[in-house]
């Protein structure tokens, strides 16, 4: 065991000589991108392990060393932390754990201190915590983020994100069972490896690079059919993307026949950038601070250009949106200043998924998740309100919700996805109730420009928007469309009648 | 022709159409677990009517989709199938209203269809009624009847069952009448539906009400129709409402589909269950050996022998009044058990005692004499004056006292009783930490008795069940409403009863150790543990607990009568004590303290108990009333006995009581009364108009801030109604989450309330960002309390037609404020910006001279206190916990024990920062962990902790405060309050913390 140090608050650091003897555990969230964040880290010369378990002693442990009223995010990255130093795989005199650690006023900001909390409990207090974040909290000898780290890890989220927004297309579609993951793994592989030798993290390397990406993955051989009923995700950034988090929601959402549609995490890390220029800007603050922020904020605005410029190289892929767009279809709904958790953003996800056609959404929050009763649930009205046609489920995660209910509820959701899809019609006439299934927006890539202005102005005047009676026409926004002019298609299918 | 089943969580229905959409054929049964077997059953008895046919089908219901997956045949979900019938069949239905056994559904038509379930926290609709009945003692068609002939209805929580049984265990032992439970259980079925469901979609229209409960309940239909004030027209509810599920199910098959009925029948049969996933959980015992060595070792902790056929002589008598079931006990002076007797309380504990008495007299006539008598638990008041005891003693004492008898080292004693779990650690023979369950733990173990019945088990065989299961399944731990629906995922998996048996058990001591104990190890609670209540007989029950704990324990023979016991041996402490000590009081007997008039009883010669003769002509009546002396207005219940006597219940002050209504000073009070005057023009003119201010959440902290900005700069302040329930169910129909605490769920009743007043304007900052007091890492509020202005804004439609203001501001940044603000009122309002600067300024003047106003009170306050020999609690919360809707009088309860009541923010600022071991990241936590500290410097101080049920941030606040507070031989008590709080409760914690104090000070002198 290496020497244990302190610093003056009484937290034990990792130090330089841990660096050298020490294994890193690392909790899994997002599966291509921290795959690839590990690998980065090995190439600065740390022994780091990617935790993949999903089994229920993870909760359990969670559950005897967490408060069980803390998120269950809390509950299942500490679980799955403790479970893997008590596995016998490691030697706990030599293992450490890496966490990463937000900042802000959710209380998912206390992750790491609940963490050191439970190792205390569990009598393993001489486990040093590393942290890894942006905002200069908790620093430690052995772990340092240099500037080419910071370049390699936000490299490696970009194109994380691009290989599965690409995969997550291709996989409900792919002839070869199994040809999307064989892609992702190649691309990862090599991506890390050319890391290594510097290449592929300068902007114009990382453009080449992107489309080729991108070509591949629009060459696997895909059934021409792409008529899935596709399903957003968004909510709580755990549950929203890791398997462990949210039961394997995307692979059940495959198995179900659907196309998952998962909004990628570079909006996620822009927004946390953005919030410091934010609160300069609502409460006064150093201007210094703000203009490294934005600084920091275009060169990644920059990057994710490059990202949607490639997947547009591809028509068969639908390209995902700007931050900007983000910002703009937030318009009305929420202020910038609502920061917390995931904030804004997870109702400006929906909005854009909405704006991209995709209207049956999956809300996931951890239960009793405090940003979401704002930003989640309690924005679900209103979009219902001003998108009639969008189909949105909350679903709560949780260590004792049972697996059928939630399957259940999504099931629903996917049954009035399908609704849209079949054409479902009987002997009443949906129309006349204003039920408009038929009605579908398919292949349209709406920015939202359009539908924010209007949506600006309505927040001014404060009128109701969206004269709903006149709908067989659109989204039922008023004003707030126009002249952007959103195509719908009706979809001719034949529809089934059932007579009764 | 085509065939629907729908399996349900509780039943199954198999329906057969024509061709022509007539109803062949309908079954509708519970399936009790065995899902597909009935599925096959029914599907063979409709094989009569398909005949020769190629019938297509589909399955639907949430128990379904295993076997739909299984067998390959068509699946349809069923809120979908519900929709699609009553389309065809209603086509002018406005909404669906589905009541199933877990589940509760809602769907909307008109403009956008929209269905939705319930949360994963509201579950158990059916279940919840089944449970109920089981608690009132009747059947299910028994409460329906009863229901009908209610006169009054008792605000019951609608949460979810967990939350409304704890709400009507007190009803009961305060001796409501069945048939208004009966009704008040419907009405927060309603209430649940319409307040959990609709989520700011208005129910209006034709309504169609179906599934189970809504078929076969008229009262329960009777609730919704008056609560929606619906007629006949706008009622509907449709024949065959318990299939439409499956109805809808056959209408969705394809047609395409169509096979040979005998294939169907072949898939179905053949539908093998998935295999379970393999448990984690270790087998209770491997083998009998094990199990008989355990029997062995748990077979000594038993009290004295002795002869009850021919003993005569003194007796003392101990009743546990408990929440589910009534314990009596009579001993002799030696500790030997004469008479004891053990039972569900079946709704009326009053006639249990009763018989109980009499049958003691009938069988021991003159050979005894009851020198004292002693009573505990939750009917403790009732008891006491319908029999006339001699003592009423706090459960927490009764429990320690037993379990000393038992193992006079006890450290530390575990008692899970059907209703609640209590734990405290002993020091040196006193109590020295007190956890008690708070709601979501609730009627753990009970469930287990319950879920045998509705299995058709006794307990004791249920329970031998689960002792020698291979792999006990998983059944989380959260509470008895994710448990129940955990069992019944279980049983889809093809689960034994076995299995499920043990599964429980561990379930619920898991629920103890992980919620209520918060303990890791055995070293943590001690090395004598005592294990208690009518739970802990229940050997696999025990055995969960030594495997989870890795530790032995005692387990009293007498386990479940340890309340009881304790009461009594309490009873034989006070007449030895009388005997011994000829002047009235003096510290020295410990056990004795626990009752505050000792002096009184303890030179009596016999018991004051009802004697054989008074009991013949006993009566006991029950009337409903509604206290007007003040503007509480209490919900109480009046007992009256035969001879006079009385006792109310459910009243918050004493003036029904007839005496006077002194109590100790109360900080809470006295700001909420100083914040309700601060309303009106102040000292400026108004002419700029009327502001509206909806007094909730943060406002209990800033409005001395805003009203005198807004004073200042002209305008009049109108403050939203004082907080009650019927506000909160005025706004209830727009909340959107029913997970969020209380607190900010009433700011949708305050700001509808506003509305009705008129004003043009609301104003209600979102504010990330607290004041920095310096004594915390950083200064937020809490995600709700800053961004809740602007979920209001989204789902309360009214507020389109005013102007509602939700700027962000940062306060802790005073200059960015005085400029940020001065644009903002420009913009706005055109007021010139040195205008509102001058009035920002002087905004946090009187905002530090508010908060200096309530510092001096404190002090004087503990001046106060000191001089009289007082003891002072700190109640440590958030601001907005002095609305007296939100503590549900709380403060009032604990100045009428005798203290005096300070709140953490009074106290806070005394002390500076010092490092956690959490992130101290908010302004208000961060005053609880100083006003702990603060606490603990002093000794005639303990702090109480108020959290609202919901309150994300105080999962990590309890744990640091307990730590504070025990690591410095301090008492950490915390009070959970929600929507409805029953004050019984309360009460018992705050009457433990009470005696515990007591008793330390005893130590000390």
């Known amino acids: 065991m290496a020497k244990l140090i302190y610093d003056k608050s009484g937290r034990l650091l990792f130090t330089k000589e841990m660096k050298r003897e020490y294994t890193l555990l690392m909790p899994q969230m997002l599966p291509v991108m921290f795959t690839m964040m590990k690998r980065v880290f090995e190439l600065d010369g740390y022994k780091i392990d990617l935790l993949t378990s999903t089994h229920r002693g993870i909760v359990e442990t969670g559950l005897k060393y967490v408060h069980n009223d803390t998120c269950y995010p809390a509950l299942l990255v500490i679980g799955q932390l403790l479970e893997a130093v008590n596995s016998g795989e490691y030697d706990i005199n030599k293992v450490g754990l890496l966490i990463t650690q937000t900042g802000g006023g959710c209380r998912a900001s206390n992750y790491i201190h609940l963490l050191r909390k439970a190792l205390e409990k569990a009598g393993l207090a001489h486990i040093p915590v590393v942290s890894v974040n942006l905002s200069g909290l908790e620093k430690n000898p052995g772990f340092g983020i240099s500037l080419t780290l910071i370049r390699q890890m936000a490299a490696a989220m970009i194109y994380g994100d691009l290989i599965v927004w690409l995969s997550n297309q291709c996989k409900p579609y792919e002839r070869i069972a199994g040809s999307s993951d064989e892609l992702i793994a190649y691309w990862t592989d090599k991506l890390v490896t050319s890391f290594g030798n510097g290449v592929g993290l300068r902007k114009k390397e990382m453009r080449r690079i992107m489309k080729e990406i991108t070509k591949d993955f629009a060459s696997i051989d895909m059934s021409s059919q792409r008529d899935k009923p596709k399903v957003g995700i968004v909510g709580e950034i755990f549950v929203k993307y890791a398997p462990l988090g949210n039961n394997g929601l995307e692979q059940f959402l495959l198995d179900e026949g659907c196309e ?86 997870l109702t400006a996800e929906m909005l854009e998924l909405i704006h991209m056609g995709i209207n049956n959404i999956v809300c996931t929050q951890p239960f009793g998740c405090l940003p979401n009763h704002v930003v989640g649930k309690g924005m679900i009205r209103k979009i219902k309100d001003d998108y009639p046609q969008s189909n949105i489920v909350a679903i709560d995660y949780d260590p004792g919700a049972t697996k059928i209910n939630q399957e259940n509820r999504i099931k629903l959701l996917i049954s009035n996805a399908e609704r849209i899809y079949d054409g479902f019609d009987d002997e009443v006439d949906l129309l006349a109730c204003g039920l408009d299934y038929a009605e579908i927006d398919e292949n349209i890539i709406d920015t939202g420009n359009d539908d924010s202005e209007g949506k600006g102005k309505n927040k001014r005047s404060n009128r109701r928007k969206g004269d709903v009676s006149g709908r067989g026409k659109g989204s039922g926004k008023g004003e707030g469309k126009g002249k952007g002019g959103r195509r719908h298609r009706r979809k001719e299918k034949e529809m089934t009648r059932v007579r009764f | 022709m085509r065939i629907g089943i729908d399996i349900g969580s509780t039943t199954v229905k198999t329906i057969v159409l024509s061709d022509g959409g007539e109803l062949l054929y309908s079954s509708y049964e519970r399936h009790y677990s065995q899902v597909r077997e009935k599925a096959v059953e029914q599907l063979k008895q409709a094989a009569v009517v398909i005949g020769d046919e190629k019938p297509t089908i589909a399955l639907t219901g949430s128990a379904a989709l295993g076997v739909a997956k299984s067998s390959g045949l068509p699946f349809v979900q069923e809120v979908y199938a519900t929709a699609a019938v009553v389309k065809a069949r209603i086509p002018d239905a406005d909404a669906v209203i589905e009541l199933g056994g877990e589940d509760a559904k809602i769907i909307f038509f008109g403009n956008s269809l929209e269905e939705r379930m319930n949360g994963s926290c509201a579950g158990g609709t059916g279940a919840f009624i089944d449970q109920m009945a089981t608690l009132l003692n009747v059947s299910v068609s028994q409460l329906d009847d009863l229901s009908l002939n209610y006169e009054k209805i008792y605000p019951i929580a609608s949460r979810c069952g967990v939350f409304a049984k704890s709400d009507i265990q007190p009803i009961l032992n305060q001796g409501g009448r069945r048939e208004d439970i009966a009704a008040s259980i419907f009405q927060a079925v309603v209430d649940q539906t319409v307040g959990g469901l609709t989520q700011g979609r208005e129910l209006k229209g034709k309504l169609v009400f179906l599934g189970g409960p809504l078929t076969f309940l008229y009262g329960l239909r009777k609730r919704f129709i008056e609560t929606l004030e619906l007629d006949d027209n706008t009622a509907i509810f449709p024949q065959d409402a318990q299939c439409y599920a499956a109805i809808g199910a056959a209408m969705c098959a394809e047609s395409q589909n169509a096979q040979d009925y005998d294939d169907i029948l072949r898939l179905l049969e053949n539908a093998a269950d998935e295999a379970s996933d393999e448990s984690p959980i270790m087998p209770l015992f491997e083998n009998h050996d094990e199990y008989d060595e355990f029997t062995l070792r748990h077979a000594g902790a038993t009290p004295e022998k002795i002869d009850n056929e021919s003993y005569s002589g003194d007796a003392f008598l101990g009743i546990d009044a408990g929440s589910t079931t009534t314990k009596l006990v009579l001993i002799a002076p030696n500790g030997g058990i004469l008479h004891s007797y053990y039972s569900s309380n079946k709704g009326n504990p009053v006639t249990i005692i009763l018989e109980q008495l009499k049958e003691i007299y009938q069988r021991y006539g003159d050979r005894i004499r009851i020198i004292r008598s002693a009573v505990t638990g939750y009917g403790e008041e009732l008891i006491k004056n319908a029999f006339n005891l001699d003592l009423g003693l706090v459960e927490t004492m009764a429990h320690l006292r037993a379990a000393k008898y038992f193992n006079p080292d006890v450290d530390f004693i575990i008692d899970i009783g059907g209703q609640d779990v209590k734990c405290f650690k002993i020091r040196s023979g006193a109590v020295d930490s007190i956890m008690l369950n708070e709601a979501c733990s609730s009627g753990c173990g009970s469930f287990i008795e319950t879920f045998a019945v509705a299995l058709g088990y006794s307990i004791d065989d249920f329970a031998k069940l689960g002792l020698f299961a291979l792999a006990p399944a998983d059944l989380g731990s959260r509470c008895t409403v994710f448990m129940n629906s955990s069992v019944k995922q279980a049983q889809k998996d093809g689960a034994s009863i076995e299995a499920i048996s043990a599964g429980l058990s561990i379930s619920i001591v898991k629920n103890a150790i992980y919620k209520v104990i918060r303990a890791t190890s055995a070293e943590e609670l001690g090395k004598n543990i005592v294990v208690q209540g009518g739970t802990f007989l229940n050997d696999a029950v025990l055995r969960a607990f030594e495997r989870i704990m890795d530790t032995q324990v005692t387990r009293p023979g007498i386990s479940e009568l340890m309340g009881a016991y304790g009461a009594a041996l309490a009873a034989l402490d006070n007449w030895e004590f009388g005997l011994h000590a000829s002047h009235s009081h003096s510290f020295g007997n410990q056990e004795t303290t626990v009752f505050a008039n000792i002096g009184e009883y303890s030179k009596m010669e016999i018991s004051t108990i009802l004697g054989e003769a008074d009991l013949s002509g006993f009566t006991h009546e029950v009337r409903p009333v509604k206290c007007g002396a003040c503007t509480n207005n209490c919900s109480m219940t009046i007992n009256m006995f035969s001879g006079g006597r009385r006792y109310i219940s459910g009243n918050r002050c004493s003036v029904p009581l007839g005496t006077s209504n002194i109590t100790e000073p109360n900080l809470m009070k006295y700001k909420y009364e100083k914040l309700r005057l601060m309303q009106g023009k102040g000292l400026g003119t108004g002419e700029r108009g009327k502001i509206g201010i909806p007094v909730g959440l943060n406002m209990f902290e800033n409005l001395p801030f805003w009203f005198e900005f807004f004073t200042k700069l002209n305008f009049e302040i109108v403050l939203s109604q004082k907080s009650s329930r019927e506000l909160y169910i005025l706004g209830q129909r727009t909340i959107p989450s029913d997970t969020v605490c209380y607190p900010a769920k009433l700011m949708h009743g305050q700001v509808e309330s506003l509305l009705d007043m008129g004003v043009d304007n609301i104003f209600l900052p979102c504010l990330p960002y607290n004041f920095d007091e310096g004594i915390s890492d950083n200064n937020y509020n809490c995600p709700v309390v800053a961004y809740y202005p602007e979920l209001l804004a989204a789902n309360m439609p009214r507020l389109k037609t005013i102007r509602f203001l939700t700027p962000y501001f940062g306060l802790h940044k005073r200059k960015g404020f005085i400029s940020k603000s001065a644009l903002y009122f420009k913009e706005q309002f055109s007021i010139p910006e040195c205008e509102t600067k001058k009035a920002a300024k002087a905004a946090y003047c009187a905002y530090k001279t508010f908060i200096t106003e309530i510092e001096n009170e404190a002090d004087d306050y503990i001046h106060y206190a000191r001089k009289n020999g007082k003891q002072i609690i700190v109640v440590a919360g958030r601001p907005y916990h002095i609305d007296p809707e939100v503590s549900h009088g709380i403060d009032e309860l604990i100045c009428s024990l005798g203290l005096v009541l300070i709140t953490e923010d009074a106290v806070s600022r005394r002390m500076t920062k010092e490092s956690r071991k959490v992130l101290n990241q908010w302004t208000y936590q961060a005053r609880m962990y100083n006003a702990a500290r603060y606490v603990i410097e002093n000794d005639d101080m303990q702090l109480v902790q108020l959290v609202s049920f919901g309150c994300g941030t105080d999962a990590i606040t309890t744990d640091e405060l307990r730590e504070i507070l025990e690591t410095n031989g301090k008492l950490y008590t915390q009070l959970k309050i929600d929507d409805i709080s029953n004050l019984g409760a309360v009460r018992i914690r705050l009457r433990s913390l009470i005696a515990a104090m007591e008793n330390s000070l005893v130590e000390k002198s």
């Open chain 1, 260 to 345: 998952p549609v998962v909004p990628g995490v570079t909006d996620f890390m822009i927004f946390k950038i953005n919030n410091r220029v934010v609160d300069v800007d609502l409460y006064n603050g150093s201007k210094l601070k703000r203009f490294f922020a934005s600084i920091f904020q275009r060169y990644i605005e920059g990057l994710q250009s490059e990202m949607i410029e490639a997947v547009k190289t591809q028509s068969i892929f639908r390209p995902m949106g700007t931050f900007s767009d983000l910002q703009r279809l937030i318009r009305g709904y929420l202020g910038y200043g609502n920061k917390m958790g995931e904030g804004w953003l």
